[in-house]
C-alpha cells in the first residue's frame, strides 16, 4: 500500500522523536519526507528533489543508490546479513580491517569495531584509560582524566559528551559526566583579540603546554577532532596546530585520540586529515563517510604498543571488556571495503582537492551579503557564520532562528543543508559534481538574501 505525504506526515508527528530537534515547532511545520535517493540527489515523497548539501549528515561519499554499492551489499546479502565478532571472525570484517591498516599507511595496525562514530569514541576513552591501568596501575593509578578542546564534539553518549564541550548540547548533562579538562581551540574568527592566525595558534599550544605541565600525570589521554571541529560550527584550525597538540602529548606523555569520525574518508582533500599535519596519533576513531553513507560501522584503531598492553593470561584481566552486538557486521563491512576500492578506483580524493578549490572561488560572493560574517572551508566543509552585525560580530537572537528560516529558504529552492547554531554548513555529497555545487552556492546566496530582504537589513 503506498501512504500519500499527507498520512505519512500524520504518522511521522504522531509517533518519531526526531534527533536534534524542538518537536513542538517541528510539528508546526511541514517534514521533508524523503523516499529515494540518486546521486547528489534526494527525492520527496512528491517526487520533488534536492542537492544533498549535508550529505545526509556528512556520511555520503559516491551519491545515493550507487549501483557498485548496491552490488556489494546483494552479493554480501545472499551469504549472510550478521554473525558475531566476540571470539570468532567473519570474512568482510577481517578484509576491511587489513584495507583499513594499510590506507592508513602508518603506525596504526589494529582495528575494534563498532556502529556508530560516538561508540568509536566511547572505546577510544576506555582502551585509552586501561592502556594506562595495564601497564602499570601503581604508577598510573591517577591517569583517568581526558583533555580536550572548547567547544569540542565527540558524540552523544555518556562518554563522548563527557569530552564534549559545547555548552548548548552538553550543559543539561554535567551531572551524569566524568571530569573533562578544557583547552582553548583556534577558533580565529572570534579570537581578534589574540592576533594573526599563527599567534592564535601559539596561544592555544601554550595554554595546552601549561595544562599538561601541571597535570599530565592525571591526564590518559588527550582528544581532538583534527583540522575541522565539525559541529562546533567548522572551526578550521590553522596549519600547525595538530602538530603542536601532537607534539606536546609526546613530551608530556599523553596518548593523542583522534577523533576522525567527521573528517575522515576524503572530506578535507585527503584521505584523513591527519596526513595533512604528518600526525600519528596513538588511537584513531573512524565513522560517518565508511561506509560511503550506507550502514552504520566505525571503528578504532590503534598502535601495537596500545594493543600489546592488552595481552596477558586469561586471568590477569588485561582483556579488553567491550563490545556491542552488532560489532563487526557483515553487510556494514562488505559495503565500507566497497566504498574504499570505489575511492581509489575513481580517484575521489584528488577530485574533492579539484572541485574544493572552485568551491573556494565560488563561496566568495556570499560575503556580498552584509549578514555573512565569515566563510570557513577545509576541502569539502564549508561553515558560513551568520551575524547581525560585521564588524561587532553579534549574531542574531536565536529565537529568531534566522539560521532556520535560510535552511527553510534553501529547501525551498531544492537544496537541503543544515544551521549549527549561527552558522550554514554545506557539506556535499563528496561525489557531488561541480556544476551541482554551483547550483548550491546559487541557492545558498539567494536564501540568504532574501532573508536580508524580508527582515530589511
Ligand atoms: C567529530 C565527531 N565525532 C563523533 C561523532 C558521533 O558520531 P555518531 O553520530 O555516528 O555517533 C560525530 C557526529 O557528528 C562527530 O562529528
Same mark, same amino acid.
Given at each position: 500500500? !503506498?501512504?500519500?505525504?499527507?498520512? %505519512?506526515?500524520?504518522?511521522?508527528?504522531?509517533?518519531?522523536?526526531?534527533?536534534?530537534? @524542538?518537536?513542538?515547532?517541528?510539528?508546526?511545520?511541514?517534514?521533508?519526507?524523503?523516499?529515494?535517493?540518486?546521486?547528489?540527489?534526494?527525492?520527496?515523497?512528491?517526487?520533488?528533489?534536492?542537492?544533498?548539501?549535508?550529505?545526509?549528515?556528512?556520511?555520503?561519499?559516491?551519491?545515493?543508490?550507487?549501483?557498485?554499492?548496491?552490488?556489494?551489499? &546483494?552479493?554480501?546479502?545472499?551469504?549472510?546479513? &550478521?554473525?558475531?565478532?566476540?571470539?570468532?571472525?567473519?570474512? /568482510?570484517?577481517?578484509?576491511?580491517? !587489513? !584495507?583499513?591498516?594499510?590506507?592508513?599507511?602508518?603506525?596504526?595496525?589494529?582495528?575494534?569495531?563498532?556502529?556508530?562514530?560516538?561508540?568509536?569514541?566511547?572505546?577510544? %576513552?576506555?582502551?585509552?584509560?586501561?592502556?594506562?591501568?595495564?601497564?602499570?596501575?601503581?604508577?598510573? !593509578?591517577?591517569?583517568?582524566?581526558?583533555?580536550?578542546?572548547?567547544?569540542?564534539?565527540?558524540?552523544?553518549?555518556?562518554?563522548?559528551?563527557?569530552?564534549?564541550?559545547?555548552?548548548?548540547?552538553?550543559?543539561?548533562?554535567?551531572?551524569?559526566?566524568?571530569?573533562?579538562?578544557?583547552? /582553548?581551540?583556534?577558533?580565529?574568527?572570534?579570537?581578534?583579540?589574540?592576533?594573526?592566525?599563527?599567534?592564535?595558534?601559539?596561544?592555544?599550544?601554550?595554554?595546552?603546554?601549561?595544562?599538561?605541565?601541571?597535570?599530565?600525570?592525571?591526564?590518559?589521554?588527550?582528544?581532538?577532532?583534527?583540522?575541522?571541529?565539525?559541529?562546533?560550527?567548522?572551526?578550521?584550525?590553522?596549519?600547525?596546530?595538530?602538530?603542536?597538540?601532537?607534539?606536546?602529548?609526546?613530551?608530556?606523555?599523553?596518548?593523542?585520540?583522534?577523533?576522525?569520525?567527521?573528517?575522515?574518508?576524503?572530506?578535507?582533500?585527503?584521505?584523513?586529515?591527519?596526513? @595533512?599535519?604528518?600526525?600519528?596519533?596513538?588511537?584513531?576513531?573512524?565513522?560517518?563517510?565508511?561506509?560511503?553513507?550506507?550502514?552504520?560501522?566505525?571503528?578504532?584503531?590503534?598502535?601495537?604498543?596500545?594493543?600489546?598492553?592488552?595481552?596477558?593470561?586469561?586471568?590477569?584481566?588485561?582483556?579488553?571488556?567491550?563490545?556491542?552486538?552488532?560489532?563487526?557486521?557483515?553487510?556494514?563491512?562488505?559495503?565500507?571495503?566497497?566504498?574504499?576500492?570505489?575511492?581509489?578506483?575513481?580517484?575521489?580524493?584528488?577530485?574533492?582537492?579539484?572541485?574544493?578549490?572552485?568551491?573556494?572561488?565560488?563561496?566568495?560572493?556570499?560575503?556580498?551579503?552584509?549578514?555573512?560574517?565569515?566563510?570557513?572551508?577545509?576541502?569539502?566543509?564549508?561553515?558560513?557564520?551568520?551575524?547581525?552585525?560585521?564588524?561587532?560580530?553579534?549574531?542574531?537572537?536565536?529565537?529568531?532562528?534566522?539560521? &532556520?528560516?535560510?535552511?527553510?529558504?534553501?529547501?525551498?529552492?531544492?537544496?537541503?543543508?543544515?544551521?549549527?547554531?549561527?552558522? %550554514?554548513?554545506?557539506? /556535499?555529497?563528496?561525489?557531488?559534481?561541480?556544476?551541482?555545487?554551483?547550483?548550491?552556492?546559487?541557492?545558498?546566496?539567494?536564501?540568504?538574501?532574501?532573508?536580508?530582504?524580508?527582515? @530589511?537589513?
Amino acid at each position: 500500500m !503506498k501512504y500519500s505525504y499527507e498520512q %505519512l506526515e500524520q504518522f511521522d508527528k504522531q509517533y518519531v522523536w526526531h534527533p536534534f530537534t @524542538q518537536m513542538k515547532a517541528y510539528v508546526e511545520e511541514k517534514p521533508l519526507i524523503i523516499e529515494r535517493g540518486k546521486g547528489s540527489y534526494l527525492y520527496d515523497v512528491d517526487g520533488n528533489r534536492y542537492l544533498d548539501g549535508y550529505a545526509s549528515l556528512w556520511v555520503n561519499v559516491h551519491g545515493h543508490n550507487d549501483p557498485e554499492l548496491n552490488e556489494a551489499l &546483494h552479493e554480501q546479502i545472499e551469504k549472510i546479513s &550478521h554473525s558475531t565478532l566476540l571470539g570468532s571472525a567473519n570474512v /568482510p570484517s577481517i578484509l576491511l580491517a !587489513k !584495507k583499513l591498516v594499510e590506507i592508513w599507511g602508518g603506525n596504526l595496525s589494529k582495528v575494534f569495531y563498532s556502529d556508530t562514530g560516538a561508540a568509536a569514541v566511547e572505546i577510544a %576513552l576506555k582502551m585509552a584509560y586501561q592502556y594506562w591501568q595495564n601497564i602499570d596501575p601503581v604508577r598510573y !593509578k591517577h591517569k583517568n582524566k581526558f583533555i580536550s578542546l572548547k567547544e569540542a564534539y565527540h558524540g552523544d553518549t555518556i562518554g563522548a559528551v563527557s569530552v564534549g564541550g559545547m555548552d548548548l548540547f552538553h550543559r543539561i548533562f554535567r551531572p551524569l559526566l566524568f571530569e573533562r579538562i578544557e583547552v /582553548p581551540s583556534p577558533y580565529v574568527y572570534r579570537m581578534d583579540e589574540y592576533g594573526d592566525e599563527e599567534e592564535i595558534v601559539n596561544y592555544c599550544l601554550k595554554q595546552l603546554e601549561e595544562t599538561l605541565e601541571q597535570r599530565h600525570e592525571e591526564v590518559a589521554g588527550m582528544i581532538v577532532e583534527p583540522l575541522v571541529q565539525g559541529a562546533a560550527g567548522i572551526i578550521t584550525h590553522p596549519k600547525g596546530f595538530l602538530k603542536g597538540v601532537e607534539k606536546l602529548c609526546r613530551k608530556y606523555n599523553v596518548l593523542l585520540i583522534c577523533d576522525e569520525v567527521a573528517v575522515g574518508f576524503g572530506r578535507t582533500g585527503t584521505l584523513f586529515a591527519c596526513e @595533512q599535519e604528518d600526525v600519528e596519533p596513538d588511537i584513531v576513531c573512524l565513522g560517518k563517510g565508511i561506509t560511503g553513507g550506507y550502514l552504520p560501522l566505525a571503528a578504532t584503531l590503534t598502535t601495537e604498543e596500545v594493543y600489546s598492553a592488552f595481552l596477558g593470561e586469561v586471568h590477569e584481566n588485561k582483556t579488553f571488556f567491550h563490545g556491542h552486538t552488532y560489532t563487526g557486521n557483515q553487510l556494514s563491512c562488505s559495503v565500507a571495503l566497497k566504498n574504499i576500492e570505489l575511492i581509489e578506483k575513481r580517484n575521489l580524493v584528488s577530485d574533492v582537492q579539484r572541485k574544493a578549490q572552485a568551491l573556494a572561488g565560488k563561496l566568495q560572493k556570499l560575503y556580498e551579503l552584509p549578514i555573512v560574517g565569515d566563510v570557513r572551508q577545509k576541502g569539502l566543509m564549508v561553515g558560513i557564520e551568520i551575524v547581525k552585525d560585521k564588524k561587532t560580530k553579534e549574531i542574531f537572537d536565536r529565537s529568531e532562528q534566522i539560521e &532556520h528560516k535560510i535552511i527553510l529558504e534553501a529547501r525551498k529552492r531544492g537544496l537541503i543543508i543544515r544551521p549549527l547554531g549561527p552558522v %550554514l554548513t554545506f557539506i /556535499p555529497v563528496l561525489a557531488m559534481k561541480e556544476e551541482e555545487m554551483e547550483i548550491a552556492v546559487d541557492i545558498l546566496f539567494d536564501a540568504i538574501a532574501e532573508m536580508v530582504k524580508i527582515k @530589511q537589513i
